[in-house]
């Protein structure tokens, strides 16, 4: 085997740069809830308050596909639908520890595998 080869593989395998695509996510989240996504539930939940003060929409509007402000400190956010936004649902750092954190304002606990799934269905259905 060429050398260079084997170091290219090693570097991919340190830095776990493999392409993720909004599918892989999907994908993942489903079968860490042992279940179908509804992408009719991720719209449900996305656009409904969940006992605290906002729900996804607040930051994210009721149509990801356009650009939201962040309910408190007004800042721009772009949007979170991948067929508006090609960066979103890439970056499995980025998905992960932004779902923690903003679950946990919307819900103050963090989203479960399902409704992982169900918003990222959801967000993927979007055009
Ligand atoms: C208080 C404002 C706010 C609320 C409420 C909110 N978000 Fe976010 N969200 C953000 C900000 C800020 C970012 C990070 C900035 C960015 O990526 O544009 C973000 C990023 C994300 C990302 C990262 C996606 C990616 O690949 O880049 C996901 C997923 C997400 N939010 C889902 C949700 C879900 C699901 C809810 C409801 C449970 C929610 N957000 C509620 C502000 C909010």
Not at 55 to 66: F, G, I, L, N, V
Not at 75 to 96: C, G, H, Q, S
Request: glycine letters at 4%; charged letters at 25%.
């Amino acid at each position: 085997m060429h050398k260079s080869f084997i170091i290219a593989a090693l570097l991919i395998a340190a830095t776990g740069a493999y392409a993720e695509t909004p599918r892989d996510f999907l994908t993942r989240f489903e079968k860490e809830a042992g279940a179908a996504a509804s992408a009719e539930r991720g719209a449900r939940f996305f656009t409904a308050k969940q006992g605290g003060e906002w729900s996804c929409a607040s930051c994210h509007t009721d149509k990801p596909t356009q650009a939201g402000r962040h309910a408190k400190t007004d800042k721009p956010i772009t949007a979170l639908a991948p067929a508006a936004n090609a960066e979103r649902f890439t970056d499995a750092a980025k998905v992960d520890k932004w779902f923690r954190r903003n679950c946990n304002d919307t819900l103050n606990r963090v989203c479960t595998p399902q409704e992982k799934a169900d918003v990222t269905a959801w967000l993927l259905s979007l055009k």
